[in-house]
Every structure is written in C-alpha cells, then in structure tokens.
C-alpha cells in the first residue's frame, strides 16, 4: 500500500480568478469542494448542462495521460546518451539524476585557506545512484523491476501525480485486454505499482496537486500556459515560454510541501550513511535509491530535478541541458501523446476552448450562472500540442532565472521558506549530494543526439 505525505486538514479560502496571468489560478489552490458541488465549481464556475454532461461521459473513458496503442511504450530509443539514461524495461524517460559536476561541498567550501588551496584541482559531481527520474511507471514490467530493485538499489518511488490523473489511468489499466499485458505490475484498481506487486520498491503519493480541476475554465488556463509560443527575448538573449514559466512557478508554490518529504528522504539516507535502511521499515525498504516522477517525467519532475542540482551548484547550461532531454527521452511515446492532445485536448475537455463568457440566455427564474462561453471547441494543431510536450531549455533557464532567483530569493531561501527546511539540513543535504571523483571521464558530458537540440526541441 503506498504512503503518503502529510496532507492539512483545512483549506485555504476561495477567491476569484485573478486578472493577472502569472498570479496562481485557484484551481491549483486545491480547495476541497463541497460535496454535493457541482462539476468543475472548484475554481468557484459553474458550467452549462450541456459542459457537464460531456464531462461526465469523458470521465469514465478520458485519461490524462495519453496512452501508448502500440508496445512502443517497452522500447528504448535509439542514440540516447547512457549515461544518463538507463534502460528500465517499462518505463520511459528514465535516467539518473547524478553525475554533473558541481560545487564544492559547504565542509570544502568553508574550510582554512590552506586546505581550499589543497581543493584547488578537485572535481566534485552530484553524486549517482541516489536520485533517479522517469515519466510514470505503470507500464513497469518484471525485468524492470529487476532492474530497479536489484541493480539500481531503489526502495522508493515518490509520485507526484494528482489523484484525477491517477484514477484515470487506472481506468485504461482496468480496461487493457490481459491478453496483451501491457500493465502486467499496474493494480487495476488503483492503476499504480504497489509493493504487493512489487516487492521492495515502495510507492508514496506526494502531489503537487492534491486535485486538479479539468474543467472549462482551469482548461483554458493550462492551454494558455503549455500552448503559449516560444519568442526570442531580446534582454536576456534566449527564446522561451512565458506559460511554461507561469506554469512551473505555480508547481514550485503548490509542489513544495511535495517536494518537502523527498528532501527529508534524503536527510535519512544521510543520516544512515547511504544505506537508507531504517530498522521498522528494512523489510520494504533496503536501497538508497529512490525514484521521483509525475506523467511524463517533465513539469513537476523538472522542477524539483532543477531545485537538486542548482542546490549543489551545477550550471544553468548543463541544468537546461539535462531538464531538455525529456523530449528525445519520451522516444515514440513522445509522438504519442501529441496526437492524442491534438485530438483531445486534456483531459477529458477535448480540443483548445475559445474564449470565456460570464453570461448565457435562460429561462424565466432560472438563476443566472457564470459559465463558459457556448460549447466551441477548436481543436489543438499539431505544433500546440507538441509544445505542451516539450521541454526547451530556455524554459528552464527563463525560470531558474526569473522565479527562482528573482522571486524566490534563491534555492536555499526556496529550501528554508517554502520547504521548511533549515540551514543545518540544508547544509546537510549538499554535503551528502556532493562527492569527488577522480577525473573527468566520472563527470556526465553534454552530448548531441541526432535529431534533437536542447533549444529548438526534437525535430519532427
């Protein structure tokens, strides 16, 4: 049975939408509905009968996450660089975070003159084999798992997926002819891997979004921000995309108490020097490894992969670099998702809304209701759709700049304030993240892949 992290009991208040696009959209508030509530009213909008009753048929047959028709999902792609990436049988996008070269850590760094000459020289990198990314691992198979457990030394496997996204997909996995065993470890009541079915890789659900809303109007919101074009800035030199900014500044807000039990996962592997055996829980959880993910191992994931490695001082280029590579890691499965999103929008909404309304004609005494504008829907082009599957560079890069050091104040400020960490664990955690290496051929290296940039994307 998978765990969880701490959840509060009250929620904060409602509020309208606001006016200003980079605010935060009180969908993402994740304030509890009342329960005889009507669909999509979380972001405080009712919706038409007509929007209603078409989500309430989406419901049971629309997932969130696009799934693969064919066994694609098992391949590895071609000329991806290894490291990083890993060959997890099932799971797409999988690679270890480690290996970057980095800063010195705080004990080097704060250390008499003589013994920071003595450093002079030195190569330190993230350290491997500690944290590891994908895209969701419902597909896992046996060997996988092998892989993870077995080799890899993995114990945990933090999900950062809303509750919606899962119990979608557990809907696909319910419906998959056996026969084809496409999900031969997947719960088909809960569509996850749990460590029945998994011995020695626990699951612990940490959403970022305890419950996204997949309404009209919080619809419009995310297409505004995942579809929005990729333009030059003049001032800082790079092309990149303001919704994707929007957007991973609205996950680091509302991920970071998510965020918050990894990090304190990793204290206690600290602590344990590395073993993360932990005496009540041993029986399940043996290995220093864990893996952290949400759908497609991108947004969320990216967020918290670019919070580790600034922490350690690795470089914006290589950050960009290694966030980027989620596009050529996808593979096939990439080319997926864009013409299901093309064809559906997402969720269960379907294509791109048109604009929003605040009135519609009604019967006589019939209350008025604040609602989407008709029933039009455009669908999404092809390049709309690849852009919500993308991870160009410049939108990390725009992000750790604008967000993370302009309004966030910084990494450590991030960890203290926002995480509630403090300065001693921060401390911490940079010293067991960072370690030497005896020369350059131990450090992760930039590297093309044919048919992909980290700014310009796969090229279709």
């Given at each position: 049975m998978a765990t969880q992290g701490p959840t509060t009991d009250s929620s904060p208040p409602q509020s309208p939408p606001p006016t200003n696009p980079t605010e935060p959209y009180p969908p993402f508030l994740d304030v509890k509905p009342p329960a005889d509530a009507p669909i999509s009213s979380a972001n405080g909008t009712l919706i038409s009968p007509s929007e209603k009753e078409k989500e309430l048929a989406a419901e049971g047959k629309s997932s969130t996450t696009p799934e693969p028709e064919e066994h694609i999902h098992l391949e590895f792609p071609a000329r991806l660089p290894t490291p990083p990436f890993i060959h997890v049988h099932g799971v797409p996008n999988f690679r270890d975070l480690g290996g970057y070269r980095c800063s010195p850590p705080p004990s080097s760094s704060s250390s008499s003159s003589s013994s920071s000459n003595d450093d002079a020289g030195k190569i330190y990198t993230l350290r491997r084999g500690i944290l590891f990314r994908c895209a969701h691992p419902t597909h896992l198979t046996p060997q996988g798992l092998e892989t993870v457990t077995s080799q890899l030394k993995i114990s945990r496997m933090y999900d950062l997926r809303s509750g919606p996204e899962?119990?979608?997909?557990?809907?696909?996995v319910a419906n998959s002819p056996a026969a084809e065993n496409l999900y031969p470890l997947a719960d088909p009541n809960t569509g996850t891997i749990e460590s029945s079915a998994a011995p020695g890789l626990e699951r612990v659900f940490v959403p970022v979004y305890q419950s996204e809303d997949y309404g009209p109007v919080a619809l419009a919101r995310k297409l505004q921000w995942y579809t929005d074009e990729h333009r030059h800035d003049?001032?800082?030199?790079?092309?990149?995309?303001?919704?994707?900014?929007?957007?991973?500044?609205?996950?680091?807000?509302?991920?970071a108490d998510a965020y918050r039990v990894i990090?304190?996962?990793?204290?206690?592997?600290a602590a344990r020097g590395g073993d993360g055996a932990d005496g009540a829980t041993a029986a399940a959880v043996d290995g220093p490894g864990l893996i952290f993910h949400c759908t497609a191992g991108k947004d969320r994931t990216g967020v918290f992969g670019?919070?580790?490695?600034?922490?350690?001082?690795?470089?914006?280029?290589?950050?960009?670099?290694e966030y980027a590579l989620t596009e050529p890691g996808l593979g096939r499965w990439r080319d997926q998702f864009i013409k299901r999103i093309s064809a559906g929008g997402l969720?269960?909404?379907?294509?791109?809304?048109?604009?929003?309304?605040?009135?519609?004609?009604k019967d006589a005494g019939e209350p008025a209701e604040k609602i989407?504008?008709?029933?039009?829907?455009?669908?999404?082009s092809r390049a709309e759709a690849a852009r919500i599957c993308g991870s160009r560079a410049g939108?990390?890069?725009?992000?750790?700049?604008?967000?993370?050091?302009?309004?966030?104040?910084?990494?450590?400020?991030?960890?203290?304030?926002k995480c509630g960490l403090s300065g001693e664990e921060v401390k911490r955690l940079r010293e067991f993240l960072t370690v030497e290496v005896n020369g350059e051929d131990e450090v992760i290296a930039k590297s093309a892949i044919e048919g992909w940039t980290p700014e310009g994307g796969v090229v279709d």
């Amino acid at each position: 049975m998978a765990t969880q992290g701490p959840t509060t009991d009250s929620s904060p208040p409602q509020s309208p939408p606001p006016t200003n696009p980079t605010e935060p959209y009180p969908p993402f508030l994740d304030v509890k509905p009342p329960a005889d509530a009507p669909i999509s009213s979380a972001n405080g909008t009712l919706i038409s009968p007509s929007e209603k009753e078409k989500e309430l048929a989406a419901e049971g047959k629309s997932s969130t996450t696009p799934e693969p028709e064919e066994h694609i999902h098992l391949e590895f792609p071609a000329r991806l660089p290894t490291p990083p990436f890993i060959h997890v049988h099932g799971v797409p996008n999988f690679r270890d975070l480690g290996g970057y070269r980095c800063s010195p850590p705080p004990s080097s760094s704060s250390s008499s003159s003589s013994s920071s000459n003595d450093d002079a020289g030195k190569i330190y990198t993230l350290r491997r084999g500690i944290l590891f990314r994908c895209a969701h691992p419902t597909h896992l198979t046996p060997q996988g798992l092998e892989t993870v457990t077995s080799q890899l030394k993995i114990s945990r496997m933090y999900d950062l997926r809303s509750g919606p996204e899962i119990a979608r997909l557990a809907t696909t996995v319910a419906n998959s002819p056996a026969a084809e065993n496409l999900y031969p470890l997947a719960d088909p009541n809960t569509g996850t891997i749990e460590s029945s079915a998994a011995p020695g890789l626990e699951r612990v659900f940490v959403p970022v979004y305890q419950s996204e809303d997949y309404g009209p109007v919080a619809l419009a919101r995310k297409l505004q921000w995942y579809t929005d074009e990729h333009r030059h800035d003049e001032a800082s030199g790079f092309a990149y995309s303001t919704g994707f900014v929007n957007a991973y500044r609205d996950i680091a807000t509302h991920g970071a108490d998510a965020y918050r039990v990894i990090f304190r996962r990793l204290l206690d592997v600290a602590a344990r020097g590395g073993d993360g055996a932990d005496g009540a829980t041993a029986a399940a959880v043996d290995g220093p490894g864990l893996i952290f993910h949400c759908t497609a191992g991108k947004d969320r994931t990216g967020v918290f992969g670019a919070l580790i490695h600034r922490l350690v001082g690795v470089d914006d280029d290589t950050i960009c670099w290694e966030y980027a590579l989620t596009e050529p890691g996808l593979g096939r499965w990439r080319d997926q998702f864009i013409k299901r999103i093309s064809a559906g929008g997402l969720g269960g909404g379907g294509g791109k809304p048109s604009a929003l309304g605040t009135e519609k004609k009604k019967d006589a005494g019939e209350p008025a209701e604040k609602i989407y504008q008709g029933d039009r829907k455009t669908p999404l082009s092809r390049a709309e759709a690849a852009r919500i599957c993308g991870s160009r560079a410049g939108n990390m890069r725009a992000w750790l700049t604008q967000v993370l050091d302009g309004e966030f104040g910084g990494v450590e400020k991030y960890l203290k304030e926002k995480c509630g960490l403090s300065g001693e664990e921060v401390k911490r955690l940079r010293e067991f993240l960072t370690v030497e290496v005896n020369g350059e051929d131990e450090v992760i290296a930039k590297s093309a892949i044919e048919g992909w940039t980290p700014e310009g994307g796969v090229v279709d």
